[in-house]
């Protein structure tokens, strides 16, 4: 491709939902660059030739979801450290020499939001409470565990998976848990985590009681379908501050957006209200 326009794209099975295209699309504007991104549907079938042609299409980048995301790992010629440990990617560069570079925001999209929104509070780095064992919930103790947190507790419904999760880790740093123990667990907990999909529209509600937490605990959730999920509605009636997952969406793919496009996303209300609109739309 000799034009310069600078191409990136999502690739998932379903794509429609995403909202990466608006977001980017925000930001190519935003920013000014000569820019498009696009979402592609691909089955996990055609997943890895497509991705090779993609390059030759003159594409930069494109970001991975479901039911990629291991895929993507699986296929690259060079991953970062996050990837290996976590075996998945969420984006995938295509380098000047060729070779395809595998990458993980959803970690540091966890923390970047996390940090974004509780500017303001002091929040002690002691005990997160994660349910799930999902790549999501893989990728915030990563976050986690590279932000310094102490320990971290990984709960899941199919035990053997948090176990997996904690051995994915340094000795110890994460405790695996079982479902029976969260009415104990809950009230040590300084944060709360859902990186399961419950609560998501159309699956059954997160079913938690927040009444014994510490009044100073945050309560993430990585659903954003709906916004506010039972689980963040119980957490601020006790009065816990709270972090929504559509803050995690925006804050992973910011450094897809500076390594692809060269500038530097902006992160404003205007861009938050646009996405909300759009998630209000679909919702209907
Ligand atoms: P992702 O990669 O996005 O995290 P995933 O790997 O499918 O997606 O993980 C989904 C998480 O939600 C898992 O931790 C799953 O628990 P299991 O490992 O036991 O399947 C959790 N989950 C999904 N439905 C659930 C339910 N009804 N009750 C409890 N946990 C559930």
């Known amino acids: 491709m000799s034009d310069s326009l600078i191409r990136a794209a999502v690739i998932g099975d379903p794509v429609a939902h995403s909202l990466s295209p608006r977001m980017h699309g925000y930001w190519i504007t935003q920013a000014g660059v000569s820019g498009s991104y ?12 497509v991705v090779r042609l993609l ?15 291991e895929q993507a790992a699986r296929i690259a010629d060079v991953r970062e450290p996050l990837v290996e ?38 929040i002690t ?22 932000d310094g947190w102490g320990r971290i507790i990984a709960i899941n419904r199919t035990p053997a998976k948090a176990e997996a999760l904690a051995r994915s880790f340094p000795a110890s740093i994460v405790e695996p848990a079982s479902w029976a ?20 529209r159309g699956k059954p509600d997160l079913e938690i009681s927040l009444r014994d937490a510490k009044p100073s605990a945050v ?31 925006i804050h992973q793919g910011a450094p897809c957006f500076r390594a692809w496009f060269g500038a530097e996303p902006v992160i404003d209300e205007t861009l938050r209200a646009m996405l909300v609109a759009e998630l209000g739309e679909r919702g209907r």
């Open 219 to 249: 309560a993430a959730d990585i659903v954003y379908t709906p916004l506010e999920t039972r689980f963040l509605a119980e957490a601020r009636h006790q009065g816990l501050a709270v972090v929504d997952g559509l803050g995690m969406l």
């Open 181 to 200: 123990e969260l009415p104990t667990l809950t009230p040590q907990a300084d944060l709360i985590v859902n990186a399961t999909s419950l609560g998501m």
């Open 38 to 49: 696009t979402s592609l549907h691909v089955s996990e079938e055609d997943f890895a030739s």
């Open 85 to 122: 440990r976590i075996g998945a990617a969420n984006s995938l560069t295509f380098q000047a020499d060729g070779s395809i570079a595998a990458a993980n925001t959803d970690a540091v999209g966890f923390t970047g939001i996390l940090k974004a929104t509780l500017v303001s509070r002091i």
């Open 125 to 146: 780095k002691g005990a997160a409470l994660i349910l799930g064992a999902g790549g999501a919930a893989k990728a915030a103790a990563a976050g986690l565990i590279n």
């Open 55 to 69: 390059p030759k299409m003159g594409f930069t980048g494109v970001n991975v979801t479901l039911p990629h995301k």
